[in-house]
């Protein structure tokens, strides 16, 4: 069981079992998502989480195929690339009658092809008889509906729910009908072709007469609808696989694109793009990467800023879409319970009955203190990357409503440094991107008091003011634009001065309600390279430390380091390894030039990836040291795939090529670009600046890369520093 329960007045995320089945197949559309087991079956009994979930609620949780009453036997399953279809292949076992063998295992071949699109689950089941005589077969499918909140479902107790309707047949549909607490009825339409022989309340049976050769198909769809009335969808599943294909094609397009000389990177690069794109929803203010499948698949400010600036430089209308829907979900008022404040940029947006009851605080919660610099840096970082000056006037205004913010609000006392307290009596405790409840300690372990001033967060600020201040000058406002440097440079004097640990090698995780630094050596300190505010001299120390053992682990950097108080390789955040975290710590030690440092990490990142399944790199795994003949060990229930670890390769990628586009002066540079030693070449394909695009090629050799333009369109000057 997993689930965020209250201690006190903190939120804890509890894991009393492991999963039932340790890699679900994950198929996510828009709002909602799937879980599968091996076979293609839901079978969520107890505290399991697989299910088909709409808007955080399970609206199937229970989809068994048995034949003669038997599970089938299981062949293989895949997910296609592009993550649009399960693939799962099964044959039946040994099937008796009255203790003499009928039917023997593997006569029958069943392929199931099951797919999401339009707030629905589609499959397709087909059934192939390679026997020599004919057989007489019962197929059953079970279904049932407990509509259970995804709160419920992670551990989160309710006293009271809504009413749940029993079943009932409307002609080839089942249905299942839930009314909730919040005023909304939810119905799960279970429909099959052919109708099936029997009906039941939970289960339907055909009786099927195969001949040698025979092949039968049937199809069942389960739609996902809020209201009384059905919505119309697609005629039936060619229609609704031909449609997902294409808005998968469509996804696609606008994109550069990358090729290697190394299949098994290939391979991470593919898996990448498909996740992000799974995990991508097409909201009415543009795409927008949801954070990850299954806990998270839901807009989070944090998350989606950052998938956006690893993907910025392949894909800036990613980017365009994350603001745009940040932008227009942006505070405007107080409100306590919401930790909201004018300006502040979104935490966390959810769409469930406990949501929207207020159960839980999360339906429009801002309790984050990094997103608000992080918007205003990520607006800075598009318009760089694409001059388009026309979104920046319109965005403009949000734009100054978070740094006013900043300034007012994020900065409680006025020291100039950005801290957080929580307002809300629900809201979470830690609201930087460690936001376990004991994830900012001293060296003694004591946990520190708010207002907590992180390291990570001052650099995030320092970034802000500086592409404030670029965004203010390509508008016109010379005034501010100087306000915002000045206010740049004081950050960073002071920072130095009050973060920085000589006996750690690093700054400080945060300095606590009374101005006291928490000197812990963590990842956070890292960030502050990605952003510039480090230090030249402390750049340096911090990339020989994070290369020493009680950081470096073989496989990435530690959260927190081995020997610190409340270390731990198998907690959340005080010791386990997190992709994107790596991902931007890896882009600042290119941007003071230990490129090395950094192709180290990436190195790490990509051996690991050949032990995840589908190499797709999970949210996080367990800091323990790399073994000889061993993979790294899974954290039990990290999402995957999530957004910003999909994205993490692509950051990555860019600090290893010095990879930097100024598209206002037309500009695309590569300063010492490197590869790592398990890529010979590397394409980059349609990299689009402005009306310009560009193909590259880059090629190691034994000291340095050398660059070809392969194809050049449009005005652009390419530059290439060694």
């Known amino acids: 069981m997993t689930g965020p329960i209250r201690i006190g007045d903190e939120w804890y995320v509890t894991v009393a079992a492991a999963r039932a089945d340790n890699n679900p197949y994950v198929l996510k559309s828009d709002d909602s998502f799937a879980l599968f087991d ?63 063998l009928r039917v023997p295992k593997g006569e029958i071949h069943l392929f199931r092809a099951k797919l999401l699109w339009d707030d629905a689950c589609w499959e397709h089941l087909r ?61 799960s339409r279970v429909t099959l072709q052919p109708s099936p022989d029997t009906w039941g309340e939970r289960e339907v049976r055909y009786r099927l007469h195969l001949t040698p050769g025979a092949e039968l198909h049937l199809y069942c769809t389960v739609a996902c609808d809020v209201g009384e009335t059905p919505r119309t969808r697609a005629p039936g599943y060619d229609a609704a696989f031909r449609a997902n294909a294409q808005a998968r094609e469509h996804q696609a397009r606008g994109a550069g694109r990358i090729r290697s000389s190394n299949p098994l990177v290939e391979r991470w690069l593919e898996r990448s793009v498909a996740d992000v794109a799974m995990l991508t929803t097409e909201l009415p203010t543009g795409p927008y990467p949801y954070a990850g499948v299954p806990w998270y698949s839901t807009t989070f400010g944090r998350d989606g800023l950052i998938t956006a600036r690893e993907l910025l430089w392949l894909d800036p209308a990613l980017a365009r879409g994350v603001l745009e829907c940040l932008a227009a979900s942006q505070a405007t008022a107080v409100d306590d319970e919401r930790d909201a404040e004018p300006g502040k940029i979104l935490h966390e947006a959810r769409q469930c009955e406990m949501a929207r009851t207020r159960e839980v605080p999360f339906e429009r919660y801002y309790g984050t203190i990094d997103a608000t610099p992080l918007f205003v840096a990520l607006a800075g970082a598009y318009w760089r990357r694409t001059a388009d000056l026309a979104f920046v006037r319109r965005l403009w205004p949000h734009v100054l409503a978070a740094l006013q913010w900043i300034d007012r609000w994020g900065d409680r006392d006025g020291d100039g440094f950005v801290e957080y307290a929580r307002r809300s009596s629900r809201g979470l405790a830690q609201q930087g991107w ?35 201040a670029e965004l203010a000058a390509a508008l016109g406002e010379s005034t501010l634009a ?17 973060f920085w640990c ?47 053992p ?35 710590v890896a882009m600042g030690l290119a941007r003071y030039g230990h490129t090395d440092a950094a192709t180290r990490v990436m190195d790490g990142l990509f051996e690991a990836t050949l032990h995840f ?110």
Request: aromatic share 8%; glycine share 8%; hydrophobic share 40%.
């Open 38 to 100: 091996r076979v293609g079956d839901i079978r969520a009994w107890g505290e399991g989480e697989q299910g088909l979930y709409h808007r955080d609620t399970r609206y199937l949780s229970r989809m068994e195929l048995l034949v003669d009453g038997l599970r089938p036997m299981f062949l293989g399953a895949t997910v296609k690339e592009r993550n649009n279809l399960l693939i799962v292949e099964a044959m039946n076992p040994d099937l008796l009658a009255d203790g003499a």
């Open 127 to 187: 059934l192939t008889h390679h026997g020599l005589e004919a057989v007489d077969l019962e197929l059953t499918l079970q279904f049932d509906a407990d509509f259970r909140d995804l709160f419920e479902v992670r551990g989160t107790a309710r006293a009271q729910r809504g009413t749940a309707h029993p079943p009932r047949r409307q002609g080839d549909t089942l249905e299942f009908a839930y009314d909730g607490l919040d005023g909304l009825r939810r119905t």
């Open 550 to 584: 009680d950081f470096w682990t073989g496989w990435g950097i530690r959260t927190v380091a081995a020997g610190q108080a409340r270390y731990n390789p198998m907690s959340y955040h005080n010791g386990s390894i997190w992709p994107h975290d790596n991902a931007l």
């Open 502 to 548: 000589e006996e750690l090698g690093l700054y400080a995780i945060a300095l606590d309600g009374a101005k006291a630094p928490c000197r812990v050596a963590t990842s956070n300190a890292g960030h502050t390279m990605w952003t510039g505010i480090a230090a030249p001299e402390h750049a340096a120390r911090m990339a020989q430390r994070f290369g020493e």
């Open 482 to 498: 100087q306000q915002l440097e000045d206010q740049a440079a004081a950050l960073r004097r002071a920072f130095h001065a009050r």
């Open 434 to 468: 460690k936001d376990s409840h004991d994830s900012v300690f001293h060296a003694d372990g004591r946990l520190a008091e708010a207002p907590i001033a992180l390291c990570e967060v001052q650099a995030y600020v320092y970034e802000a003011k500086r592409y404030g």
């Open 613 to 722: 399944a589908q190499h797709r790199m999970p949210e996080l795994f367990c800091g323990f040291h790399r073994r000889d003949g061993e993979g790294p060990t899974l954290y039990p229930v990290a999402c995957a795939p999530q957004a910003w670890s999909a994205a993490a390769v692509f950051g990555m990628l860019q600090a290893n090529l010095g990879l930097e586009i100024d598209a206002p002066a037309g500009v695309l540079s590569l300063r010492s670009p490197r590869l790592p030693a398990f890529i010979d070449w590397l394409a980059l394909h349609d990299l689009r600046v402005g009306e310009a695009s560009v193909d590259l090629l880059l090629r190691r050799y034994d000291r340095d890369v050398g660059v070809q333009i392969t194809r050049k369109d449009g005005p652009l000057e390419v530059r290439v520093a060694v």
